[in-house]
């Protein structure tokens, strides 16, 4: 069983900050790893994937990734309120199945 | 379809009836996945269909719970006899295939169970 952490938050962050959220991940084996975003009520939606080691930037979106120590990050830079949302991790596991993380909740203030 | 479909989008039922959850994917997506979504918590897998067959149905909570699915097309999801713990929002996705990347989630079904 892959286990995925995530601290819960709430995160706040002032507006134009840097929010920085983090996961950890248990089965040393696992190559792919993906940032969702999901608004209260809403179903969760696909920002970002990495797959190596290093950083992967999308706009203001940069997914950091450490395969050694198992962590996987996501920065988002100059945060708005509309990022407010909450942020789930998830590890990809056999036949395209992914493990979640419990999602940490950003809070961007204005 | 456009996007994956799931009906109802609400659903609350008395304990101990039985529901039938519906999700219809994107057209020619051949892999189609249930997750169910407690509240405060991330997604719990539950099922995965290739086709119409099911390789893995490890995240089925209970033997209350099946799943089925027409061909590569609608699949619906069964809990019967429900009880309260079952509330929860049940969320399917549909991609290409199962080497694809991440996946397009539908709308979801909460389903309340009183």
């Known amino acids: 069983q892959k286990e995925v952490e995530q601290n819960s938050g709430p995160l706040s962050v002032p507006e134009g900050a840097i929010a920085s959220l983090n996961c950890t991940y248990s089965?040393?084996?696992?190559?792919?790893f993906f940032w969702y975003r999901q608004y209260s009520g809403k179903s969760p939606e696909l920002i970002m994937s990495i797959y190596s080691n290093g950083d992967k930037e999308d706009g203001r979106f940069t997914a950091q990734l450490n395969k050694a120590s198992q962590y996987v990050s996501l920065l988002i830079r100059d945060s708005q309120p509309s990022d407010s949302a909450t942020y789930l991790c998830?590890?990809?596991?056999?036949?395209?199945?992914?493990?979640f993380g419990s999602g940490t909740k950003l809070n961007v203030k204005p | 379809g456009a996007g994956v479909s799931q009906s109802p989008s609400n659903k609350v039922t008395e304990k101990g009836k039985d529901v039938e959850l519906r999700c219809d994917p994107i057209s020619g997506h051949t892999a189609l996945y249930w997750y169910r979504q407690r509240l405060g918590q991330g997604l719990e897998f539950l099922i995965y269909f290739q086709g119409n067959s099911a390789p893995d149905k490890s995240g089925l909570p209970s033997d209350r719970f099946s799943a089925e699915r027409t061909g590569e097309s609608v699949s619906t999801l069964t809990i019967q006899r429900t009880q309260q713990e079952d509330s929860a929002v049940y969320l399917c996705a549909s991609s290409l295939d199962w080497t694809g990347d991440g996946y397009t989630f539908g709308s979801g079904t909460r389903l309340t169970v009183v």
């Open positions: 089965d040393r084996g696992s190559q792919s």
């Open positions: 998830a590890v990809r596991g056999n036949f395209n199945k992914f493990y």
